[in-house]
């Protein structure tokens, strides 16, 4: 059983995850709209459903990374006493 000040540092864990989550998920759309605007903006040659879907996909992949890279950060930036 853990102890109560466990409790209370694990919400805090748990407070800063779901944080780092959703702003990791709100870069990750912003990356996907910038990378998905600059790939279509920049095409030399004309747009066809699959160039579309190619650049859908590869700005999609931004989104998992955007979420990726802010828990990476969240773990980095927590003290070595703040959880597991």
């Known amino acids: 059983m853990p102890a109560p000040h466990d409790n209370g540092r694990r919400a805090g ?3 800063r995850l779901s944080a780092a989550r959703r702003f ?5 759309c912003i990356a996907a709209v910038l990378a998905g605007a600059i790939q279509l903006i920049w ?10 879907l190619v650049v859908g996909l590869m700005a999609l992949l931004n989104v998992p990374l955007g979420v990726l890279f802010a828990l990476v950060g969240e773990r980095v930036s ?3 006493g703040d959880g597991e």
């Open 13 to 15: 864990v748990d407070a």
């Open 24 to 28: 990791g998920l709100r870069l990750g």
């Open 43 to 52: 095409r030399r040659h004309e747009l066809t459903p699959r160039t579309c």
């Open 78 to 80: 927590r003290g070595a």
